[in-house]
Nanobody, 123 residues
Framework: QLRVVESGGGLVQPGGSLRLSCAAP????????IGWFRRAPGKPREGVSC????????NYEDSVKGRFTISRDNAKNTVDLQMNSLKPEDTGIYYC????????????????WGQGTQVTVSS
């Protein structure tokens, strides 16, 4: 089963940027549709964005549209989430996971969860 490792989190001021990476040692990530989810303090985990195995289809949660960009780096075998114009409400633990291939219909997790990476947006 696909095992993922997230990295790139940190502390950033409002309006700042971070780039998260999802890796899966021993697996080719371009064989899987992958999603990024987050768990904000006191809230359930929610889907943020996902991308098809080919990279040709993406999906974004409404609150991040225009600010976040999901992409594949097949040379590095990662799925990255570029996060710009960060807001305090983006704070949370971010996870990547395998999702259903029907990305256009939404990001539905079907894989094993990693440890996540903490993103804190605060002045």
């Amino acid at each position: 089963q696909l095992r993922v490792v997230e990295s790139g989190g940190g502390l950033v001021q409002p309006g700042g940027s971070l780039r998260l990476s999802c890796a899966a040692p021993g697996f080719r990530l371009d064989n899987y549709a992958i999603g990024w989810f987050r768990r904000a303090p006191g809230k359930p985990r929610e889907g943020v964005s996902c991308i098809s195995s080919s990279g040709g289809t993406t999906n974004y949660e409404d609150s991040v549209k225009g600010r976040f960009t999901i992409s594949r780096d097949n040379a590095k075998n990662t799925v990255d989430l570029q996060m710009n114009s960060l807001k305090p409400e983006d704070t949370g633990i971010y996870y990547c996971v395998q999702v259903l291939s029907t990305v256009v219909a939404g990001c539905i997790d079907i894989g094993s969860w990693g440890q996540g990476t903490q993103v804190t947006v605060s002045s």
